[in-house]
């Protein structure tokens, strides 16, 4: 590379160059798993119109079934299912900090495809943290009455909430799977995280940016 930064040395820029090589690897490997997912197969088809709670502009409860999160032209939706089980006072701190930034680029996500929030939590608590987060731009869902954290791997059999991140296609007036984040159950490396939803989070990438990287005890909370 012919560029330079001010004062650094020679070290600093041999160094840099082996990194910026490496850094174009890891640009060209993020294309080629995207490609590869693209080409996967239809998936199942969803068996059942999954029926969920949200409230209206009044804060009336009222019904959506799962076919209805499908705007007009927009075939595509992502479904980010969040930790927040029906007894718990919060969600987990770590999709508090996703759905932060899941908030901000709704607009810009849903000008292409449909994106929504799903929490196990009844609809009115899940609205108040919303309000309390100033999350009014992200579409939440309640799915307390129906079994679809179950069924897409968003619960465990015991109940636990699982931070599960699915997507799917509409085709004709079928629903079909498209991708989940499986990797959230596969083994992860020594020292890390799952990292199943890393590239819809900004948070870790920006600290992966410093000297300090991610560390190894930090995480997000709900309050600073």
């Given at each position: 590379?012919?560029?330079?930064?001010?004062?650094?040395?020679?070290?600093?820029?041999?160094?840099?160059?082996?990194?910026?090589?490496?850094?174009?690897?890891?640009?060209?490997?993020?294309?080629?798993?995207?490609?590869?997912?693209?080409?996967?197969?239809?998936?199942?088809?969803?068996?059942?119109?999954?029926?969920?709670?949200?409230?209206?502009?009044?804060?009336?409860?009222?019904?959506?079934?799962?076919?209805?999160?499908?705007?007009?032209?927009?075939?595509?939706?992502?479904?980010?299912?969040?930790?927040?089980?029906?007894?718990?006072?919060?969600?987990?701190?770590?999709?508090?900090?996703?759905?932060?930034?899941?908030?901000?680029?709704?607009?810009?996500?849903?000008?292409?495809?449909?994106?929504?929030?799903?929490?196990?939590?009844?609809?009115?608590?899940?609205?108040?943290?919303?309000?309390?987060?100033?999350?009014?731009?992200?579409?939440?869902?309640?799915?307390?009455?129906?079994?679809?954290?179950?069924?897409?791997?968003?619960?465990?059999?015991?109940?636990?909430q699982m931070p599960?991140?699915?997507?799917f296609q509409k085709?004709?007036?079928?629903?079909?799977?498209?991708?989940?984040?499986?990797?959230?159950?596969?083994?992860?490396?020594?020292?890390?995280?799952?990292?199943?939803?890393?590239?819809?989070?900004?948070?870790?990438?920006?600290?992966?940016?410093?000297?300090?990287?991610?560390?190894?005890?930090?995480?997000?909370?709900?309050?600073?």
């Amino acid at each position: 590379m012919s560029i330079h930064f001010p004062g650094e040395s020679k070290g600093y820029r041999l160094a840099r160059n082996t990194l910026l090589k490496a850094e174009i690897k890891l640009r060209n490997q993020i294309e080629e798993v995207a490609a590869l997912r693209r080409t996967l197969p239809r998936g199942g088809e969803v068996a059942q119109d999954y029926v969920f709670e949200e409230l209206d502009r009044n804060g009336k409860v009222v019904q959506t079934e799962l076919s209805e999160l499908f705007a007009k032209g927009r075939n595509t939706l992502i479904v980010y299912g969040m930790m927040f089980h029906p007894d718990h006072k919060a969600p987990c701190v770590m999709c508090n900090s996703i759905v932060d930034g899941l908030n901000g680029q709704s607009m810009h996500v849903n000008d292409r495809v449909n994106l929504v929030v799903v929490g196990k939590a009844p609809i009115k608590k899940l609205r108040k943290w919303a309000d309390k987060r100033d999350w009014n731009n992200i579409r939440l869902l309640s799915s307390l009455h129906n079994t679809y954290n179950a069924d897409y791997l968003a619960e465990d059999e015991e109940g636990n909430q699982m931070p599960m991140l699915n997507v799917f296609q509409k085709k004709g007036k079928k629903i079909f799977h498209f991708y989940g984040s499986e990797m959230l159950y596969a083994s992860s490396e020594k020292g890390q995280d799952n990292r199943h939803v890393d590239m819809i989070w900004p948070l870790w990438n920006l600290f992966d940016l410093t000297p300090e990287g991610r560390g190894e005890d930090w995480y997000p909370r709900l309050k600073y």
